[in-house]
């Protein structure tokens, strides 16, 4: 027998493994194939490194094995959707979720989750009732429409409205403001899904009303506004207000749909925010309005359709209405949230979103302060707090810029290991590297996060003595 074939018949096998004490217990609190799969996993690797490494491999010693098989069981044991710590910054992160529930929201999806629910039931009546109502009432009272559907997000929402209001007939719209919001969302393409024929007008930088009055003809079914909520087009501009386009809407009979992206509920112009809320769009005129239930409204996944009641009553039954219709636990986090609009005041307190973005930089900077003290005593890591510049991210108010504080780690560990090892915590640490620097953004964490943050710092200020 060669070295190799004596390192590799030195492994063990499954079933002598499955036998041994250190993972009894894993047997006990987890499920057999997780831990079986565990096994395959970290013997397979460490055949792969004998066969690697040839001649040079170590004997195996059965310690090292232990401990890398229980790492192993212990990370495949942990949820795949789990909670992290946004240390980027951006308010609005998409790849971590988007908006940050109020409290009321995750008491009312406990709720609603624990038992039965009056979902689609009338108890006053004791008879069958919509899971419509349950939303619909509050955003007719909060932003003064007659009739309102929420759906699973906008992109379904922008898809139920052109099916229901203009299949088989022309959308007339900008070409300034022919979105992608993302991946595979564009206008166009959701168009042409709801069967509806786009009609671009304009150019991309300048669009007149008489570009709209001019494509209008006897296929016209109806007229779009789309938020450009990602992009600014600045310099030799021009696009149509909402007033204007409504007026037009009027004066031919067309209706006037608007997309407005992401839901600004709150006047958050005192902050710099210059986006018009949802009540304007109705305000102005348009005779449906659309936008996200989780960028600045700071509520759950959901598209919001708010406007006249003959348009949403089609919309409602429509086929599609079934395919995109919100589940009871979105039902129960949007609720919640769009209540805590009935007294503005609380909105900008409780829902977190708003919060974040309304903090002042002195506020966001006493958390810095605060994560610096808890870290005093580490020997590899020394923490600063600086000044950086924020977005609000998720496609909103792309120009507006917050002032903020995030904290620096100055180390002889590289930044880039400090980052991983951020992220390999329990609750993993999503920091951002640049120019050889980690920074952990101070308006996107919690109070609650800062001695979370703490302890991880210093674990991994522990384990650089070791490298
Ligand atoms: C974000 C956005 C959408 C898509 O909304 P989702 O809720 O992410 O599906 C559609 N239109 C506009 C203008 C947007 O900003």
Not at 53 to 82: C, M, Q, T, W
Not at 160 to 172: D, F, K, N, Q, Y
Not at 259 to 270: I, K
Not at 406 to 435: C, F, G, H, N
């Amino acid at each position: 027998m060669n070295t190799i074939q004596q390192r590799l018949s030195q492994l063990p096998k499954v079933d002598e493994v499955l036998g041994d004490s250190r993972i009894a217990e894993y047997l006990e609190t987890t499920s057999r194939t997780l831990v079986v799969d565990a096994i395959r996993e970290v013997i397979s690797k460490y055949r792969q490194q004998i066969l690697q490494e040839g001649e040079s491999a170590s004997s195996f010693d059965v310690d090292n094995f232990f401990y890398h098989l229980i790492h192993e069981i212990e990370e495949r044991k942990k949820p795949s959707l789990r909670r992290v710590i946004n240390g980027t910054g951006t308010v609005l992160h998409t790849n971590l979720g988007r908006a940050r529930l109020c409290a009321s929201a995750f008491d009312a999806l406990q709720e609603a989750s624990a038992g039965y629910s009056n979902l689609e039931y009338d108890v006053r009546k004791g008879e069958r009732g919509s899971r419509h109502d349950h939303v619909e009432r509050l955003i007719c009272q909060l932003m003064g429409a007659e009739a309102a559907v929420a759906v699973n997000n906008n992109a379904a929402a922008t898809m139920l409205c052109l099916s229901a209001m203009a299949c088989g007939r022309e959308v007339i719209v900008s070409r300034g403001e022919l979105v992608e919001i993302g991946g595979s969302f564009r206008i166009p393409d959701i168009m042409k899904s709801s069967g509806a024929i786009l009609r671009e007008v304009g150019t991309t930088n300048k669009t007149r009303l008489s570009d709209y009055t001019n494509a209008i003809n006897e296929e016209t079914g109806v007229l779009m506004k789309v938020h450009t909520s990602n992009y600014q087009i600045v310099g030799f501009t021009s696009d149509v207000e909402l007033k204007e386009l409504a007026k037009l809407g009027k004066e031919t009979g067309l209706p006037v749909v608007y997309d407005m992206g992401n839901g600004l509920m709150a006047d958050l112009s005192q902050w710099g925010i210059d986006e018009p809320t949802a009540m304007s769009g109705l305000r102005d005129g348009a005779d449906v309005i659309l936008f996200s239930g989780d960028k600045l409204l700071g509520g759950p996944q959901a598209g919001i359709i708010a406007g006249k009641k003959e348009y949403i009553e089609k919309m409602k039954k429509h086929p599609l209405a079934r395919v995109v219709r919100m589940d009871k636990l979105t039902i129960a986090a949007l609720e919640a949230t769009l209540r805590e609009y009935l007294d503005s005041a609380k909105a900008l307190r409780n829902i977190p979103v708003l919060r974040m973005i309304t903090e002042s930089a002195k506020k966001v900077k006493e958390r810095g302060i605060r994560l610096l003290e808890e870290t005093r005593d580490m020997d590899h890591m020394e923490l600063q707090v600086v000044p950086v510049q924020e977005q609000i991210g998720g496609g909103s108010a792309p120009s507006v810029v917050l002032d903020g504080f995030a904290v620096t780690i100055k180390s002889r560990i590289p930044a880039e290991r400090i980052e991983r090892q951020l992220r390999k915590q329990d609750i993993p640490i999503i920091a951002r590297v640049t120019k050889g620097c980690v920074y952990i953004d101070m308006r996107t964490v919690g109070d609650d996060e800062i001695q979370v943050i703490a302890e991880s710092l210093r674990r991994i200020d522990r384990e650089g003595k070791n490298q």
